[in-house]
């Protein structure tokens, strides 16, 4: 007769383990940096620089990361008014 010990088995434990790494790891905006984003205007006078990431396997949106002048970091909703004025401006240079 087959005993029950209690035990879970090695193998198949670490298989259902990997498998669900790799689907929490390949979800869509895993990699993104933007968690929240702002449709308001950021004043020219305070940026020192914008950075738009385009959607990859990594997020699967664009970002528009504006760092300020002071060091912290907004990010801007790509399809606000102001989003979409920062790409249209980038786009033409």
């Known amino acids: 007769h087959y005993q029950k010990s209690g035990k879970v088995p090695i193998l198949p434990s670490l298989t259902v383990l990997l498998f669900a790494t790799l689907l929490l790891g390949s979800s869509p905006g895993s990699g993104c940096f933007c968690i929240r984003t702002t449709s308001a205007p950021i004043p020219v006078r ?3 620089r914008i950075e ?3 959607a990859s396997g990594h997020c699967r949106q ?3 990361i504006v760092t300020r002048k002071n060091g912290s970091k907004v990010c801007a909703d790509p399809n606000g008014k102001w989003g979409k004025f920062v790409i249209r401006i980038l786009l033409k240079k």
């Open 46 to 48: 305070v940026i020192s």
């Open 52 to 54: 738009v990431i385009p």
């Open 62 to 64: 664009i970002e528009i």
